[in-house]
């Protein structure tokens, strides 16, 4: 069962940034497409960044222009970078591996295996 670990939230006030990370324990990373997912209390989880490699990514409206997505394939790691952060952008953010590629609407978890989550809270 593969297994991912988030860690790199915090408290930050609007307009700061931060980065988060995600240790996977897939053997295949090199391969995998992954995700940046993030979820509020009452809300489903919701994808907002996606990536096969630097060249090819997605991004939800909502994030596009402010969060970077990227990965290190030596080290079964993958980032996400939060500029320009809001107080619409506080959740638990996920990682996990998506099957298949597209519109990050139209992406969805390869299996059901979730991490704990990072919480990320912007406020003044």
């Known amino acids: 069962q593969v297994q991912f670990v988030e860690s790199g939230g915090g408290l930050v006030q609007p307009g700061g940034s931060l980065r988060l990370s995600c240790a996977s324990s897939?053997?295949?990373?090199?391969?995998?497409?992954m995700g940046w997912y993030r979820q509020v209390p009452g809300k489903q989880r919701e994808l907002i960044a996606a990536i096969i490699n630097h060249l090819f990514t997605e991004y939800a409206d909502s994030v596009k222009g402010r969060f970077i997505v990227s990965r290190d394939n030596t080290k079964n790691m993958l980032f996400l970078q939060m500029n320009g952060l809001q107080s619409e952008d506080t959740a638990v953010y996920y990682c996990?591996?998506?099957?298949?590629?597209?519109?990050?609407?139209?992406?969805?978890?390869?299996?059901?295996?979730w991490g704990q989550g990072t919480q990320v809270t912007v406020s003044s």
């Open positions: 897939d053997s295949n990373f090199d391969s995998a497409i």
């Open positions: 996990n591996r998506l099957k298949g590629w597209g519109p990050v609407g139209t992406l969805v978890p390869l299996n059901d295996f």
